[in-house]
């Protein structure tokens, strides 16, 4: 639905709705067809090492649609326990995809009811199940506890994520950039002190900002000396457009960019444009030249605040945020969710920020235009939140202080390793029969 919706927007693209949401939906149901298929090779029975074949087999395929082509992670079956972050804190250890792997096999455990095996060997088998369920309900319910009683970093200047809630038209028409910038300001009030002012993805182009010259003073003399602002801005360098994040001081002189690594396919760029564009096809978001994709993400700093940034859904990719070994304060999630319309889609997108904080043991920051902006501590919980509706800003003066965790080193070769272990218990379980 909300892919659908987002051809809305361009008619060039308003053929392609009907296409998109008979296409797309099929395109994925291959990945479900593929492990339904593969079973029916393993000789499937009513024993435990089924179970256990079943489980694996549809976490890979779940593990090779989340990274084959590109990869799209959305809505795995682990992410069912979203609201219970207690039984979340092992992802900081094993991951999504390792989780998701679990998570399948104890939601196929209660099938062994059924199995032509006694009484007692059932309900110790489900018994021991509730026990592993319980004692990582504790873990986890001990690590938050623990981690609410922990100094936290203080965060000098202040940052206030601002969410404007700009209707996704206005990007498609001309407008000044004046107006934009007091309204961003507006939403920022009161401006009084030192901040760092954040505000979401594709606000402005480097183009727009030059022009501010006309309408400088106005805008730069409602910030303090010591004030940035970091905002979402499409920079075009003549060869290549990025979809960018940059910190500019108040004089809004650039002093450090990001540029998006990992871009949406037809949102960002269109495959095969040589080709296509030749039928009046583009990208989905304004302009018709695709965004280029960087490969660096490194760590940026504002005085002695560090944060890793990601560009809207680059958040959705476990185990691929960033090869950088330095440590840092916060992850930075800048976003437009307007492209889902009024659909599931900016909750489902805004999830996986709670996956990501505890798998990297970091808070995440996350401002979006048309979603959910909200400061996610580093084991998931919600600290400050602004709903799909709701304009305004959360001011942020503390995080909670970063380590490395277990997963954040090794990635998804946890997942990997467990995967052999199912392996050799399912070869482990047919020589013992």
Request: overall charge neutral.
């Amino acid at each position: 639905y909300w892919i659908s919706n987002s051809l809305k927007y361009d008619e060039n693209f308003e053929n392609l709705i009907i296409l998109s949401i008979l296409l797309i939906p099929s395109l994925l149901s291959l990945f479900y067809g593929l492990f339904s298929y593969l079973l029916k090779f393993f000789n499937i029975k009513m024993n435990f090492s089924s179970i256990l074949i079943f489980s694996l087999s549809f976490s890979v395929v779940e593990y090779l649609r989340g990274t084959i082509l590109g990869g799209f992670p959305w809505n795995l079956i682990t992410f069912s326990l979203v609201n219970i972050i207690s039984s979340l804190q092992i992802l900081s250890f094993i991951g999504t995809y390792s989780l998701n792997l679990l998570v399948i096999t104890f939601y196929t455990l209660p099938i062994i009811i059924f199995f032509n095996v006694k009484n007692l060997r059932k309900y110790t088998i489900l018994l021991l199940a509730v026990l592993i369920l319980s004692i990582n309900i504790y873990y986890g319910l001990n690590k938050i506890e623990q981690a609410e009683n922990k100094p936290k970093k203080i965060i000098s200047p202040s940052i206030k994520l601002v969410s404007p809630k700009f209707n996704i038209e206005r990007f498609f028409v001309d407008e000044p950039i004046e107006d934009k910038i007091n309204e961003l300001f507006q939403n920022s009030y009161p401006l009084d002190k030192d901040l760092i002012l954040v505000y979401p993805e594709g606000i402005t182009n480097i183009g727009e900002i030059n022009q501010l010259e006309n309408d400088f003073d106005n805008i730069s003399n409602q910030l303090t000396d010591n004030s940035k602002i970091i905002l979402g801005i499409t920079f075009d360098d003549g060869e290549k457009i990025f979809n960018s994040l940059a910190v500019f001081n108040k004089e809004f002189e650039i002093e450090d960019k990001y540029n998006k690594n990992k871009l949406v396919p037809f949102g960002e760029f269109l495959p095969l444009e040589k080709f296509l564009s030749k039928f009046g096809l583009k990208k989905i978001t304004h302009g018709y030249k695709s965004f280029s994709s960087s490969t660096e993400r490194n760590i940026l700093s504002i005085g002695e605040i560090s944060f890793l940034p990601l560009i809207c859904y680059e958040i959705i990719f476990s185990g691929a945020l960033t090869k950088n070994t330095d440590n840092y304060d916060f992850i930075l999630n800048i976003s437009e969710d307007g492209w889902f319309g009024n659909s599931i889609g900016p909750v489902q997108h805004f999830s996986h920020s709670i996956f990501r904080s505890i798998e990297e043991g970091k808070d995440i920051l996350r401002v979006a235009n048309n979603g959910i902006s909200a400061h996610v501590n580093s084991n998931g919980k919600i600290n400050k939140m602004l709903d799909t509706t709701e304009k305004g800003s959360i001011e942020i003066n503390s995080v909670s202080k970063a380590f490395p965790t277990f997963f954040s080193i090794y990635g998804n070769k946890i997942f990997f390793f467990l995967a052999f272990i199912y392996i050799s218990l399912i070869f482990l379980f047919k020589k013992l029969k």
